[in-house]
């Protein structure tokens, strides 16, 4: 992610998260953290047509790599997206030399949860009333690292 995606990148992410969407400044920090030598961030957009259908970004500090955000546009759900997207940033992790993974999930996204589940994390607890305003709580789940024998297989381009 660069720069000039924040402004797809906002647009996808009101269109999928419009109560508790980040907001410009967000993602700006982010990215101001995802270049240089002492780069703790890695955030990637995946495009099709033209436009952003994607997003992902990883925060890594001390060894612990944090899924931060990753969301694919509705019509690119069920072609596997998703998958790719979260295969790139466990690379990332493990390029950040990550001994474990973290990340939280709206509890009420069942969808997400199989996702992860499938890349092998593991429930470790509940953030209540996390996602503001709506006051839903996140799932908390932790993966540690693996080797990329032992990570799913992902099908499709």
Known sequence: ???????????????????????????????????????????????????????????????????????????????????????ALLAAAGDFECHEVLLEVRVDNTRAQRLYERFGFEPIGFRRGYYQPGNVDALVMRRPSQTSSEAPSVQGT
């Open 1 to 87: 992610m660069r720069w000039w995606d924040v402004e797809p990148v906002l647009a996808l992410e009101r269109a999928l998260f419009p109560e508790d969407a980040w907001s410009p400044g967000m993602f700006w920090s982010e990215l101001a953290h995802a270049r240089g030598p002492l780069a703790t961030r890695r955030y990637l957009v995946a495009e099709a047509g033209g436009r952003i259908v994607g997003y992902g970004g990883l925060a890594a500090i001390d060894g612990t790599g944090d899924i931060q955000t990753i969301a694919t546009a509705r019509d690119h759900w069920g072609t596997g997206l998703g998958a790719r997207l979260l295969t």
